[in-house]
């Protein structure tokens, strides 16, 4: 009996990159529009990379297969 390869999610694994320890890292959402409201100081840590949360990471993990 084969066993079936899953497929890779291309939308999630163009967000995020594996690290060297096997976290997750990635974009902020919420830099795109409706940018006039908000402060300086919010887009400038939206703007930066982040290691995405434990619980979080696992799921995208699956859908990466990493």
Same mark, same amino acid.
């Given at each position: 009996?084969? $066993?079936?390869? *899953? *497929? /890779?999610? *291309?939308? &999630? !694994?163009? %967000?995020?990159?594996? /690290? ?5 890292? =990635?974009g902020h959402a919420g830099k795109r529009h409706l940018l006039t409201k908000k402060s300086a100081k919010r887009k %400038?840590?939206?703007? $930066? &990379?982040?290691?995405? /949360?434990?619980?979080? !990471? *696992? $799921?995208?993990?699956?859908? &990466? =297969? !990493?």
């Amino acid at each position: 009996m084969s $066993k079936v390869k *899953k *497929k /890779t999610r *291309k939308s &999630i !694994a163009s %967000r995020f990159k594996v /690290t060297a320890n096997g976290k997750l890292k =990635g974009g902020h959402a919420g830099k795109r529009h409706l940018l006039t409201k908000k402060s300086a100081k919010r887009k %400038r840590r939206l703007s $930066k &990379i982040d290691v995405v /949360t434990a619980t979080q !990471a *696992k $799921k995208y993990k699956q859908l &990466i =297969g !990493a």
